[in-house]
């Protein structure tokens, strides 16, 4: 769902529909969410050992699909610093709350000698999930060939998606 909705995102801002961003610009402009998880990642995992993984594993998709809903406020001319960057920053946090337990949780359940196999297998779903939700999204929220340059069809198909994503993750 994540993969989907920042393809979705860096295709709008590529082709000028919001923000006006180059495609440089459009990738900068997600940088945040990786910042975040970078620099939480590892506070999310030592909170998932400490007191168990499940509130993160139930709080975390809420955060996820929070981030979401406030990406709805994003349209042509939206301000970074006012619509983008808040939307961007819940949804990082909410990603980085899952991501770690996630993992943690799919290496406990294996034993030690198969922690590799559980770990390529867990990255080999996470990828998977990723690639189908960019390949079937696009379809379920009506998007098509042509209205990727018009601004409105992909302008309302952002918006169902990041419904139909925040809906699956909550």
Known sequence: RSTAIRYLASEAEKRGLWVYYSPTAAGIAGLPITIIMLLTSSLSGRIAQKFGPRL??????????????????????????????????VFGLGLTTVVAP???????????????????????????????????????????????????????????SLVICAILAA
């Open 56 to 89: 993160q594993l139930v709080v975390g998709p809420f955060v996820i699909a929070i981030g979401m809903l406030m990406m709805l406020r994003i349209a042509p001319g939206a301000s970074y610093l006012t619509e983008v960057l808040p939307a961007v920053i």
């Open 102 to 160: 996630v993992t943690a949780t799919v290496l406990a359940a294996a034993e030690d000698r198969h922690a590799g196999v559980a770990s390529g297998v867990n990255n080999a779903i996470a990828r998977t999930g990723g690639l189908l939700a960019v390949a079937v999204l696009p379809a379920v929220a009506g998007l098509n060939g042509a209205a990727y340059e018009d601004p409105t069809a992909l302008t309302s198909a952002w918006r169902t």
